[in-house]
């Protein structure tokens, strides 16, 4: 509940005080606010992750610490799909909805964050990314959003109430590349500045049948558009994850909130219930089965950037979906919802390779430019060239 009611019909925030945590007066953030994924541990604030049922404490966010040190003011928290373990922002306090169509997700996890930023309540939002979920409510919502390289040191994820540690992310969205870019700098100490596309050589994954037309159109102009700047583009394959994915998530999900799920009917809801339970009952076999397969994908990423320095791909395979949708007709068949939006960013979150999420031409999808681990930097730079080219 909120501390000072405020309108929000979209029920995107989860906790606002009487006035924000103010930033240090000096710093190179001064000036901007922005709101907290209501997983990350904040002081004086509570933390229910969008769920009735309990959750661990992962006690106080360095990271949260680091940008309110930096000069950033945060405004509250917002809410999520509940624990995090899904891609359409549904929760046990209601479920978030679409900033501008009404009777549409907004995408998740970080559903809350990506309204909150859309409707512009604040410059910049802090989520948490394990298999698309900065990435996904950013394309839907017509935002900005970073995945940086798993464990980068200026995103630390202590503090944060994991879904898988293994997997999991943190991250900002923005309306814009270069707020985003601006965050990281300052939490780095490194300016970022607009990279040139001249000679890129860039992998274009659009695999057959997964996205809609207008996705799959909206891909192809941003593909002309680095083009134009002097990338060449060279389709790519890369095969679908999820079954070294899936096992992965709810493996170290179910160990994360095992104190509740000793509860024996633990307040969750159905879906997240029955899915952490999935994963409880994952063998040791089931597990490195599993690990195996992620090593394999790990060397098959590391080879198709042997040859491509930037992989450009569609964030989602359609524009937002109603509430409640739990199928899309694709042009190679109906396929479950979940799985044909996670088969296109879960990759690059099992792998832990650094990601931005560029809202597209086309309204409320977008497109991922995906680089290597540890050019975080670079990725943003060319995201920066591209912003400055529109």
């Known amino acids: 509940m909120s501390a000072l009611p405020l309108p929000d019909p979209q029920r995107a925030w989860a906790y606002r005080p009487a ?8 710093g190179p953030l001064a000036g901007l606010t922005f709101s907290v994924k209501d997983l990350f541990g904040v002081p ?3 933390l229910q992750a969008s769920t009735r049922a309990p959750v661990p404490d992962p ?8 940008l309110l040190a930096l000069g950033a003011s945060a405004a509250g928290k917002t809410h999520l799909h509940e624990i995090a373990l899904g891609i359409t922002g549904h929760n046990g306090h209601g479920g978030t909805e679409h900033p501008f169509w009404p009777g549409h997700v907004p995408g998740g996890s970080s559903s809350g964050a990506a309204v909150s930023v859309a ?22 919502c017509g935002v900005a959003g ?9 995103w630390p994820t202590q503090g944060i109430l994991p879904l898988s540690p293994s997997c999991d992310h943190a991250g900002p969205l923005a309306r814009d590349v270069q707020t985003i870019a601006r965050v990281h700098g300052a939490l780095t100490g490194q300016p970022v500045h607009p990279a040139p596309w001249a000679g890129v050589r860039v992998g274009l994954w659009l695999p057959s049948g997964w996205v809609t037309p207008e996705v799959e159109a909206a891909t192809h102009a941003v593909a002309a558009q680095v083009q134009a700047l002097g990338a060449t583009v060279e389709p790519v394959t890369f095969p679908e994850v999820l079954d070294a ?3 992965t998530v709810l493996g170290e999900a179910a160990a994360v909130h095992r104190a509740a799920l000793a509860q024996g009917d633990p307040p969750f809801l159905p879906f997240t219930l029955a ?9 040791e076999a089931e597990r490195g089965a599993a690990q195996a397969r992620r090593a394999a994908y790990r060397a098959e990423l590391d080879a198709l950037f042997a040859r491509a320095q930037v992989l450009l791909a ?4 359609c524009p937002p979906p109603l509430i409640g949708q739990e199928e899309l007709a694709l042009p190679g068949g109906p396929v479950p919802l979940r799985r044909a939006v996670l088969r296109l960013t879960a990759p690059f979150s099992l792998l832990g390779v650094p990601v931005v999420a560029w809202p597209s031409p086309t309204p409320f999808v977008g497109v991922q430019l995906v680089g290597r681990a540890g050019q975080d930097d670079h990725l943003l730079g060319l995201a920066l060239g591209l912003e400055g080219a529109q």
Request: proline share 17%; net charge positive; hydrophobic share 40%.
């Open 119 to 140: 409707l512009e309540q604040v410059d910049f939002a802090l989520g948490t990314d394990t298999g698309g979920s900065i990435r996904i409510p950013a394309a839907w």
């Open 275 to 283: 899915a952490l339970r999935q994963g409880a009952a994952l063998t």
């Open 146 to 154: 970073f995945k940086p390289t798993k464990d980068h040191p200026a």
């Open 245 to 247: 994915y899936s096992p």
């Open 19 to 26: 006035s924000p945590l103010p930033g240090a007066a000096q």
């Open 44 to 46: 004086g604030w509570p």
């Open 59 to 66: 006690g106080p966010s360095p990271l949260v610490a680091r």
């Open 314 to 317: 569609p964030t989602v395979p």
